[in-house]
């Protein structure tokens, strides 16, 4: 998974000045809900996303019991995240992506992807 660092992500402006955050930080804030047992949807602010550093560490969702799962998963494997900026990681492992827009073309990014296809 590569994905950005909150730094990073509070950084990337999906539509300046009217919002000043990630793609990501507005369906997380805005867009995520669920259906509830009377089959209506509810909207949930900060809903986890799996690409979101935030919600690993140090949030209200850290401990919540599919976060865990999520994090077991990734973490299970050595180099399974990827957070950028990163560099020198070995291969497979390196990303400079500072926005979400850089991922499909920023070469470290894709060095890492080609990387990973070759094993």
Do not use: C
Request: glycine residues 12%; without cysteine; charged residues 20%.
């Amino acid at each position: 998974m590569f994905a950005m660092r909150d730094a990073l992500e509070t950084q990337d402006r999906m539509v300046a000045p009217l919002y000043t955050r990630s793609l990501l930080y507005f369906v997380s804030g805005l867009l995520e809900g669920q259906v509830g047992k009377d089959g209506k949807w509810s909207g949930v602010l900060g809903m986890p996303l799996v690409g979101m550093e935030r919600f690993y560490e140090g949030s209200t969702y850290a401990q919540d019991a599919v976060v865990t799962k999520v994090k077991a998963f990734l973490g299970a494997v050595p180099g399974r995240m990827v957070w950028s900026s990163v560099s020198g990681a070995g291969n497979g492992l390196n990303s400079s992506a500072a926005k979400h827009g850089d991922f499909d073309n920023d070469p470290s990014t894709l060095e890492s992807v080609q990387s990973i296809i070759r094993q």
